[in-house]
């Protein structure tokens, strides 16, 4: 059978997050920048799709190739290290420290940044023959996606603060889900098949993702986009990764962890508590 016990996954959930913390500066940072492109790239494929078919549904659809690609490959979201890392650290697993998870969260980042940020300026080129030229249609459906998903949620205060804060953690909600969910089969298949669903809800709803974001902003920047680099911080990454490390370590993680790992003894039934009878005389 290529399907796993929940009490099993959860071991390897806890077990993936220890790896992490102790894993090399080098090798965090190669598979974090490569989680990033791959995922960033994933993003511009979908935008394409939409832009090319006028049907958003079909971009959902096909994005969760990225995530597939990159979770198989071994290499690493900042979303995954929220919900796995601190795990390791609640089951008080040995050398494992708030300073390795704070270590890893930013290696992440960094590495996350800096592959999708590649792709953004790689696309940008791409859609304006290296800036010779205005946009093609892909290009200015990357550069106004920005605007609403800032100024969008700026325009609403603190009602828009919440909600972008909500979206985000719907969003790590999901794709935690997924990678979890790839733990879940021991075969390839059945792990693609697993992570394909979660990833897809969370891509077709508009949900925030900072990494996808770190993508789609940077690009939307470069294309021409009206909104700044300090209205992409504040209504847009920080609220975003906030809400990722909620959603993540909340939803999925801290649940998991209580159920499966840390399972509580079963009921007895009623009729097992009850005194036995005495006869009368």
Same mark, same amino acid.
């Given at each position: 059978?290529?399907?796993?016990?929940?009490?099993?996954?959860?071991?390897?959930?806890?077990?993936? @997050?220890?790896?992490?913390?102790?894993?090399?500066?080098?090798?965090?940072?190669?598979?974090?920048?490569?989680?990033?492109?791959?995922?960033?790239?994933?993003?511009?494929?979908?935008?394409?799709?939409?832009?090319?078919?006028?049907?958003?549904?079909?971009?959902?659809?096909?994005?969760?190739?990225?995530?597939?690609?990159?979770?198989?490959?071994?290499?690493? #979201?900042?979303?995954?290290?929220?919900?796995?890392?601190?795990?390791?650290?609640?089951?008080?697993?040995?050398?494992?420290?708030?300073?390795?998870?704070?270590?890893?969260?930013?290696?992440?980042?960094?590495?996350?940044?800096? @592959?999708?940020?590649?792709?953004?300026?790689?696309?940008?080129?791409?859609?304006?023959?290296?800036?010779?030229?205005?946009?093609?249609?892909?290009?200015?459906?990357?550069?106004?996606?920005?605007?609403?998903?800032?100024? @969008?949620?700026?325009?609403? @205060?603190?009602?828009?603060?919440?909600? #972008?804060?909500?979206?985000?953690?719907?969003?790590?909600?999901?794709?935690?889900?997924?990678?979890?969910?790839?733990?879940?089969?021991?075969?390839?298949?059945?792990?693609?098949?697993?992570?394909?669903?979660?990833?897809?809800?969370?891509?077709?709803?508009?949900?925030?993702?900072?990494?996808?974001?770190?993508? #789609?902003?940077?690009?939307?920047?470069?294309?021409?986009?009206?909104?700044?680099?300090?209205?992409?911080?504040?209504?847009?990454?920080?609220?975003?990764?906030?809400?990722?490390?909620?959603?993540?370590?909340?939803?999925?993680?801290?649940?998991?962890?209580?159920?499966?790992?840390?399972?509580?003894?079963?009921?007895?039934?009623?009729?097992?508590?009850?005194?036995?009878?005495?006869?009368?005389?």
């Amino acid at each position: 059978m290529s399907y796993v016990n929940p009490s099993d996954f959860a071991k390897k959930m806890i077990d993936a @997050g220890e790896a992490k913390v102790f894993m090399s500066t080098k090798d965090t940072l190669i598979r974090a920048y490569m989680a990033g492109a791959i995922l960033a790239l994933a993003a511009a494929f979908a935008v394409t799709v939409t832009v090319n078919t006028g049907d958003p549904l079909i971009g959902a659809l096909l994005f969760p190739v990225g995530f597939c690609m990159l979770y198989l490959l071994g290499f690493d #979201l900042l979303t995954g290290v929220f919900t796995l890392v601190p795990l390791a650290l609640i089951d008080k697993r040995r050398g494992v420290t708030m300073q390795g998870l704070w270590r890893n969260w930013g290696l992440v980042f960094a590495g996350n940044f800096a @592959g999708a940020f590649t792709v953004a300026v790689f696309m940008a080129i791409i859609v304006t023959f290296g800036f010779s030229e205005a946009p093609n249609a892909v290009g200015e459906k990357i550069g106004h996606i920005g605007e609403g998903r800032t100024l @969008g949620y700026a325009a609403h @205060g603190a009602a828009g603060m919440l909600t #972008l804060f909500v979206r985000a953690v719907m969003c790590n909600w999901m794709v935690s889900t997924g990678v979890v969910a790839a733990m879940m089969s021991t075969s390839v298949s059945g792990k693609i098949m697993a992570m394909w669903m979660p990833i897809l809800v969370f891509f077709y709803m508009g949900f925030e993702h900072s990494i996808v974001n770190m993508f #789609l902003f940077p690009a939307g920047l470069l294309l021409g986009g009206n909104f700044t680099i300090m209205d992409y911080l504040i209504w847009n990454e920080i609220p975003t990764v906030l809400g990722n490390l909620v959603g993540g370590l909340t939803f999925v993680g801290a649940m998991i962890y209580a159920t499966h790992h840390k399972t509580s003894p079963a009921r007895v039934p009623a009729e097992e508590t009850q005194p036995l009878a005495v006869p009368a005389e």
